[in-house]
């Protein structure tokens, strides 16, 4: 349940409200907010509606509805920001996941994040995260899989010279205290949503995850996937559309993009895409980006190499440097315009009232 509080709520109202919640079994847990505080019941108990009516500093209780309580986003609940040193993930700006699929050298990831250390932070984009994997998820026992701890010693090494954090996949629960000591970001791949042993093992971990969608999970699952980690602590998620696998064999993947609006919807998380795996293929990279822009996504997870010919994995969805420039420049055209369109944007509900 969640109770929201009067404005004029004293301190001395909202504790015994806390104590009667304590003694009933449930932890409350305060959120303020600019506008309206509330106090969400954290636990289970036999609390209803009316035993917290009755105190002077509530002015309404609502019963969560969804599965995934607690980033369901009901009640008076806003959205959640995420803040990996200084980039707020889930604010007005766009955050950029960016750089090879996976790490292969040092040479190479230096010189990927080079090009983006020139890349322009302003009123549209707050920041770069760099992106590669040292532990990669591959069907084929014959394909590269990754530096392993190697890998996390450049992307982390290459990060701090360009003062970018980084994200990088974690594969099973053994591996998440290691991906903890080097990583800003675990990384939860497509193929492990539903690797509960691994989800549980990242809602202990004060690191953010940044969870992929399963290539055939349904949103409800995704969500539930979710709140597993931050059931068990870890409330820093971000949630990562990446395409499912459907009768559509335009790309490598059907593009959820637009699912956007339905996680936004329904959830408190930050949601981030991923044009690089959904689509397969970098000429759709930065038309399908430019949509998701628009459509209100948090960020993007792209995939941008030197030599996209040589590189090890997924070279055909790289984008070229060339490219990357102007991937950078077209969704900082679609951030300013999708800024200004918000302000005429109407809730049906809201269009309700005023008619
Ligand atoms: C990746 O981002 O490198 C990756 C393997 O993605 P996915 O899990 O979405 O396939
Ligand atoms: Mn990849």
Not at 130 to 137: E, I, Q, T, V, Y
């Given at each position: 349940?969640?109770?929201?509080?009067?404005?004029?709520?004293?301190?001395?109202?909202?504790e015994k409200?806390?104590?009667?919640?304590?003694?009933?079994?449930?932890?409350?847990?305060l959120?303020?907010?600019?506008?309206?505080?509330?106090?969400?019941?954290?636990?289970s108990?036999?609390?209803?509606?009316?035993?917290?009516?009755?105190?002077?500093?509530?002015?309404?209780?609502?019963?969560?509805?969804?599965?995934?309580?607690?980033?369901s986003?009901?009640g008076?609940?806003?959205?959640?920001?995420?803040?990996?040193?200084?980039?707020?993930?889930?604010?007005?700006?766009?955050?950029?996941f960016?750089?090879?699929?996976a790490?292969?050298?040092y040479?190479?990831?230096?010189?990927?994040?080079?090009?983006i250390?020139?890349?322009?932070?302003?009123?549209?984009?707050?920041?770069y995260i760099?992106?590669?994997?040292?532990?990669?998820?591959r069907?084929?026992?014959y394909?590269?899989?990754?530096?392993?701890?190697?890998?996390?010693?450049?992307?982390?090494?290459?990060?701090?010279?360009?003062?970018?954090?980084i994200?990088?996949?974690?594969m099973?629960?053994?591996d998440?205290?290691?991906?903890?000591k080097?990583?800003?970001?675990?990384?939860?791949?497509?193929?492990?949503f539903?690797?509960?042993k691994l989800?549980?093992?990242?809602?202990?971990?004060?690191?953010?995850?940044?969870?992929?969608?399963?290539?055939?999970?349904?949103?409800q699952?995704?969500?539930?996937?979710?709140?597993?980690?931050?059931?068990?602590?870890?409330?820093?998620?971000?949630?990562?559309?990446?395409?499912?696998?459907?009768?559509?064999?335009?790309?490598?993947?059907?593009?959820?993009?637009?699912?956007?609006?339905?996680l936004?919807?329904?959830?408190?998380?930050?949601?981030?895409?991923?044009?690089?795996h959904?689509?397969?293929?970098?000429?759709?990279?930065?038309?399908?980006?430019?949509?998701a822009?628009?459509?209100?996504?948090?960020?993007?997870?792209?995939?941008l190499h030197t030599?996209p010919?040589?590189?090890?994995?997924?070279?055909?969805?790289?984008l070229?440097?060339?490219?990357?420039?102007?991937?950078?420049?077209s969704?900082?055209?679609?951030?300013?315009?999708?800024?200004?369109?918000?302000?005429?944007?109407?809730?049906?509900?809201?269009?309700r009232?005023?008619?």
């Open positions: 349940m969640i109770v929201t509080l009067r404005k004029e709520a004293t301190e001395e109202e909202v409200l806390f104590a009667f919640i304590r003694d009933a079994g449930y932890e409350p847990r959120v303020k907010g600019e506008s309206k505080s509330i106090v969400e019941l954290i636990g108990g036999d609390l209803t509606p009316d035993d917290l009516l009755k105190f002077a500093c509530t002015e309404k209780v609502h019963q969560i509805q969804k599965p995934y309580k607690r980033i986003l009901e008076d609940r806003k959205p959640i920001t995420i803040n990996v040193k200084g980039r707020i993930i889930g604010g007005e700006k766009l955050i950029v960016i750089g090879p699929c790490v292969e050298s040479e190479q990831t230096d010189g990927i994040a080079k090009l250390s020139e890349y322009p932070v302003n009123d549209q984009i707050g920041g760099l992106r590669g994997g040292a532990f990669k998820p069907t084929s026992p394909a590269f899989e990754g530096l392993g701890e190697e890998g996390l010693k450049i992307l982390r090494e290459v990060g701090d010279k360009y003062g970018f954090p994200v990088t996949e974690v099973s629960a053994n998440v205290p290691l991906v903890e080097y990583t800003d970001i675990h990384q939860v791949g497509t193929r492990n539903q690797n509960f989800l549980d093992a990242l809602g202990e971990v004060k690191k953010p995850v940044l969870l992929k969608r399963g290539m055939s999970g349904t949103i699952e995704f969500l539930l996937a979710a709140e597993r980690i931050v059931a068990r602590g870890n409330p820093n998620v971000i949630l990562c559309l990446r395409g499912i696998r459907t009768f559509n064999d335009a790309y490598r993947n059907d593009v959820d993009v637009a699912d956007v609006v339905r936004k919807q329904l959830t408190t998380l930050p949601v981030v895409f991923d044009p690089s959904s689509t397969g293929n970098r000429d759709a990279v930065i038309p399908v980006s430019m949509g822009v628009a459509m209100g996504i948090d960020g993007l997870l792209v995939d030599n010919e040589e590189a090890l994995v997924d070279g055909p969805q790289a070229w440097p060339t490219q990357g420039k102007a991937f950078i420049e969704i900082n055209i679609i951030k300013k315009a999708q800024l200004e369109a918000k302000k005429y944007y109407i809730t049906a509900e809201e269009a009232q005023q008619s």
